[in-house]
């Protein structure tokens, strides 16, 4: 008996050891998943996005401010998040589908590197994305968790947060969500 358990702990033991250093050689498990939720805000419970005027991935600049009047999405992602690269695909699509009407889009590439960031949108998303390695641009919306990724918000024609998704996103749902904060009065 005493052999057998001796035995299950030294397998168990084992089995938690990796046997490195404990540094992680990618980071394609460190991303934080999101709750799942998607929150909409009713319009008197909005409060003002930050200001966001930054440099972009290709070398211009985006401000948040020169929105105003159009809905804004803003997604966060890192090119070694899967799901992030996973919903890539469904955010062009619905930038490609709401762009006539007004809709705005820009990531925002965080806690990356340029290189591995600029592959993720070559021939991926048309949109520009903002590079923010030290993720301090999430800190500056307090309704999203700096650390989770993806992580999607839309802000209103008035530069409102309306909505925060904290999971990756599909085409269909964003595309709602869009129209329906797009057609408010």
């Known amino acids: 008996m005493r052999r057998t358990l001796g035995l299950l702990l030294v397998l168990a033991l ?33 409060k003002a996005a930050p200001v966001i005027d930054e440099s972009t991935l290709d070398g211009g600049r985006f401000d948040l401010a020169a929105q105003r009047g159009h809905v804004v999405v803003v997604n966060f992602w890192a090119s070694w998040c899967a799901p992030c ?7 062009e699509a ?19 590197q340029k290189d591995p960031a600029n592959a993720f949108v070559a021939g991926r998303v048309t949109y520009p994305s903002l590079f923010d390695p030290a993720g301090r641009i999430a800190l500056k919306f307090t309704d999203v968790p700096p650390n989770t990724f993806p ?26 969500l869009i129209r329906q904060i797009g057609g408010e009065s």
Do not use: M, W
């Open 85 to 91: 690269r996973a919903e890539a695909t469904d955010l």
């Open 94 to 112: 619905a930038h490609q589908s709401t762009k006539d009407s007004g809709a705005a889009f820009v990531g925002v590439d965080s806690r990356d």
């Open 151 to 176: 992580a999607t918000l839309i802000i209103d024609k008035d530069g409102k947060v309306a909505a925060v998704i904290r999971r990756a996103v599909a085409q269909g749902t964003l595309t709602d």
């Open 14 to 46: 084992a089995g938690c050891s990796s046997g490195g250093t404990g540094t992680p050689q990618n980071n394609a498990n460190r991303f934080v998943a999101g709750d799942g939720k998607t929150i909409v805000y009713p319009k008197a419970d909005r």
